[in-house]
Every structure is written in C-alpha cells, then in structure tokens.
C-alpha cells in the first residue's frame, strides 16, 4: 500500500482499525469462511484465480501456505455477479482444468508483487529490477547481454524470501514460486523489462569500470659526473690551433 493511501486512511474515522482492518490477511479457512464456503471449494476458486493471493509462507512441513486480503474477500462476497461461483457446480471445462493441476496462484501472485515492487521503486534501474527479479538467469541474460547493466541490475534487485541457504529445500520451494514459468508471463516481462530498460539507459547508463591509463615512463636524465672535464670537440680544436698560429706571429 502506498503512502498516499495510508495518509488517506488516517484521516478517515475509526483509523487505525481501518487500516488493520484493509491490510489483514487470512489463510485457506479463514477465507473460506468469509466466503461461506467449503475450505476444498475456496481452494478450486483461488486455483482458478478467482482471488488472488497477497503472500505465501512455508510451514514447518515446507508446505506452501497462500494468504489472502480479508477486505477482498468481503467485497468478493458481496458481489452479487459472483454467487454462481459460491454455489452449485463448477462448469465441466474448469474442473477438468483442475483435475489436470491447473494453479494460478503462484502467478496470480507475482503479478501482485511486481505492482508492489514498481509502486515502491524510486529510481529507473529499481523499476527495471523489478521484471527481471522474476526472470530465471537465463532469461534474463537473453534480455540483458551486457553483463555490466546486469550486475547493476542486481545492485538494485529486491530482496527476495528464497535469498539464503540455496541448496535447502524451502528455498528451492520458494524460489519457484517466485520464478515465472508460464510462457505467457515469461514473454510478458521480457516485453516489460526491455521498455525499463530503455527508460533506465537513457535516465543513467550502468556504471562501468574505469580503464586503467598507463604511467608515463619517466624521462632519462644524463648526468655527468662532477670532476670529469669536457672533451674538446674537432672545432675546438681548430680554433686553438688557429689562435696559436696568429699569436705567434708567422709572416
């Protein structure tokens, strides 16, 4: 939630129940009770990406555990447009979806927590950070061939929940949920991390090493030593013995 709309709640009456109240989040039976449903029905709907979740932990057996806002629930509740999904049978193309492993939450959910990420950024490199957080390596250097405005990139990428022991089963979990894999979304932000990028080049060009210009080579400085006397040149020489010459008086 971004600052302007906290600002906007504090003024309106009964904050801070208000704002705990726009920002609780409830598990799988909690939510379906607001829903008054079955907990096994919630799930079908939140699987088909009738609700979106907005975060997700491990419990202690790493299984993944979704949550979601209650006030969405609530006005999800009171939309009369949505009663023939709290009752009565799912259509037969839905259910055969689910019954084939259809889940769209963890996508559902990084589309939430991209709008998160570019909500919160202050800067065009932290906007662009934003996609390809959710891009695998390999992805990501297909979009981003200079390794430079990777690694700038990553001075600026998000914190992310699977950063830790990698090789430890939840943050495999977690980094997997937190990593596109439909090739729909994949596609979407590639498309979306090119424009950042276009935007970040031209607001500031990622920092690059600085060459290394060579020393000049000191200059070679001659000296003679102090009590060796000059060697006389050939002209020397010539004027002397043209002087001896006149001094001694040859007719």
Request: net charge positive.
């Amino acid at each position: 939630m971004v600052r302007s709309e906290i600002d906007r709640l504090r003024t309106e009456e009964g904050f801070p129940r208000t704002l705990r109240a726009r920002v609780e989040a409830v598990g799988s039976k909690d939510a379906a009770a607001i829903l008054d449903v079955a907990p096994t029905r919630f799930v079908r709907l939140a699987r088909l990406g009738l609700v979106t979740p907005v975060k997700f932990c491990l419990n202690r057996y790493r299984a993944v555990v979704w949550l979601y806002l209650a006030d969405e629930l609530r006005r999800f509740a009171a939309d009369k447009n949505n009663a023939p999904w709290l009752t009565g049978r799912l259509p037969q193309e839905l259910r055969v979806q689910l019954d084939s492993g259809l889940d769209l939450r963890p996508r559902n959910w990084r589309g939430r927590h991209l709008g998160f990420l570019l909500r919160h950024a202050d800067d065009p490199w932290a906007r662009a950070a934003a996609p390809a957080s959710l891009l695998d390596p390999v992805h990501l250097a297909e979009v981003v061939r200079d390794p430079y405005e990777r690694a700038h990139l990553n001075r600026h990428r998000p914190a992310r929940a699977d950063q830790g022991p990698h090789d430890s089963p939840a943050a495999r979990i977690t980094g997997t949920i937190m990593t596109a894999d439909d090739p729909d979304e994949i596609e979407w932000l590639r498309a979306d991390l090119r424009q950042a990028l276009v935007e970040a080049r031209a607001h500031r060009l990622a920092p690059r090493p600085r060459r290394k210009e060579p020393a000049p080579r000191p200059a070679r400085n001659v000296k003679r030593p102090a009590n060796r006397p000059e060697t006389p040149g050939p002209a020397a020489g010539k004027r002397r013995g043209l002087l001896g010459w006149l001094t001694r008086g040859h007719p």
